[in-house]
DNA sequence: GATCGTCTCCCCCGTGCGGGGGAGGCTCGT
DNA sequence: ACGAGCCTCCCCCGCACGGGGGAGACGATC
């Protein structure tokens, strides 16, 4: 069965820009269409997807409270990514608070967009570090990294994968990752691999980066 | 010419142990050998050494003393790497402000120890980044990361390697970086090489690592 | 004029890294 | 008994990365 999406857009030319995009793919199927947040429980309702693609910035009802409403009204809610034209948009992190679990550029790549929609379907969470970077800058030295904390509270890590990353914070490659831990480097590879999914980080420099930004481990 | 060592250390096994690992070089001569600070001054104006690597710990004269008295009444003076058993060694951060440098603990890889010694002797400084995390770490939330600060210092990186370097703590590719820098991809390679090398560190994420610690960029 | 440092670009080369799969064993909850 | 989640290990594959060299252009300094 299919990956069922619903875009709610007040803008008809993104709408169909991102089926277009997520058509393409044959594991992803687009059930419906919305311009505003009002028009989204009764769909979700109807529709049942899976996954909501929402833009944060729409009249009536915005992202933000379109998310509240969907997570606080309908059971078994769907999985919920923000849209946003905005890398310092202060409406994604109030909709992330809110209970989405990954937030989209308008202007990332196809590849990145299909992604993004496989992974909050299978229950991962995701937001782009990049973007991450520009929002936690937003909150400045007082309001701290707020955005990339909330990103690996949302990554739920395993044990073990919060301990490899421990160990990428220290610098060490796989192979003496393998070593600490008396397992075989394939075995760190997965971990590895799987830190950086959920994190949604390129290589381990990015993991490491977004480990610093989210606190997960403390200069000094 | 060869590069000539002093070897300051109060206990022969670790001078002895030394004079191995750096005579099995051909470009490394041990010239010398002292067993506390006070003999240490002397040495180095009649067989000036372009290295001195000389224990902290050390009766009499320590190696933060040695190290200022060093250069203080020498002109031209050695470059001097200080040599210590722990991680953890308040004593290093000092004979590192004296104007040490470098530092390397004893348990260091033969690989490691060679490496710092010709590292120092042609100007550059070192400090081995697993053991500026431990050290930063014992100066704790108050003190900073004095150390890994220190190593920034001492590295002095040029305008465009630190560049680079800001650009690698945001999470680029050489390639990114390349393009962002309006160079080529090899120009790129050879200022990362160039941080790596300065900062000690093998890879870009250890690099970054040390970014953070020492404060070069700031989370948040 | 010569030297030094910096920035730029080039070559070759090995390998660690990361993506894409899959698969078996284990514990735990139902 | 069964599935879910986790940990473990395996395969193949492409490529960015980093080490080792070198070299030309430019400005500053002496």
Known sequence: M??????VDDEPLVRAGLRAVLEAQPDIEVV????DGAAVIPLVRRLRP???????RMPLLDGIEATRAVLRTVDAPPKIVVITTFENDEYVY???????DGFLLKRARPAE??????LVAEGESLLFPASVRQLAAQYGDD???????????????????????RLMTRGLSNAEIAARLVVGTETVKSHVSAVLAKLGAR??????????????????
């Open 2 to 7: 299919p990956v069922t999406v619903l875009l």
């Open 32 to 35: 419906g269409e919305a311009a």
């Open 50 to 56: 899976d996954v909501v693609a929402m833009d944060v």
């Open 94 to 100: 109030e909709a992330l608070r809110a209970g989405a």
């Open 113 to 118: 967009i299909v992604h993004a929609v496989r």
């Open 143 to 165: 309001g701290g990294n707020r955005a990339a904390r909330a990103v690996l509270e949302r990554a739920r890590l395993t044990d073990r994968e919060a301990e490899v990353l």
């Open 203 to 220: 290589d381990r420099t990015q993991a490491v980066i977004t480990a610093y930004e989210s606190g997960f481990v403390a200069p000094g």
